[in-house]
């Protein structure tokens, strides 16, 4: 296994929570200021603000402060690392699918034939 373990296990701890996988859906359209994220929750803005940070400490987004105004934006290739890995993870699935499949069809033409 590659030894990318603690970056996916930050984004996956990170995306656990819905506030902030609605945070990220909201950042793959565009950079946000914190203003228009915190109309998108219920919540009051330290909250928001823990949970930006836990995307920042992940490495899934950055922030920008411009005067009193802090803009956020997903980081380019920030989920690669969770794509790789449900990639691996796919493989050896879908090759039991394909056997299941196989099995499948070897029973069901015996049945068949009979």
């Known amino acids: ?19 902030r996988r609605m ?10 200021v914190v203003s228009d994220l915190l109309g998108l929750v219920s919540m009051t803005l330290p909250s928001l603000l823990q949970h930006l940070r836990i995307l920042e400490d992940a490495r899934l987004v950055t922030s920008n402060k411009q005067g009193r105004v802090r803009t956020v934006s997903l ?29 499948l069809t070897r029973i ?7």
């Not at 970056?7 to 996956?12: R, S, Y």
């Not at 945070?23 to 946000?32: K, T």
């Not at 069901?108 to 009979?114: A, G, L, R, Y």
């Open 75 to 103: 980081r380019p290739g920030a989920l690669d690392v969770l794509h790789i890995w449900l990639g691996e993870q796919r493989t050896p699935a879908e090759r039991q699918a394909d056997r299941l499949g196989i099995h």
């Open 23 to 32: 945070v990220v859906e909201r950042l793959a359209n565009s950079p946000a």
């Open 108 to 114: 069901t033409d015996k049945e068949t034939s009979q």
């Open 1 to 19: 296994m590659p030894n990318y373990s603690a970056e996916l296990d930050a984004v996956l701890r990170a995306l656990a929570d819905p506030t």
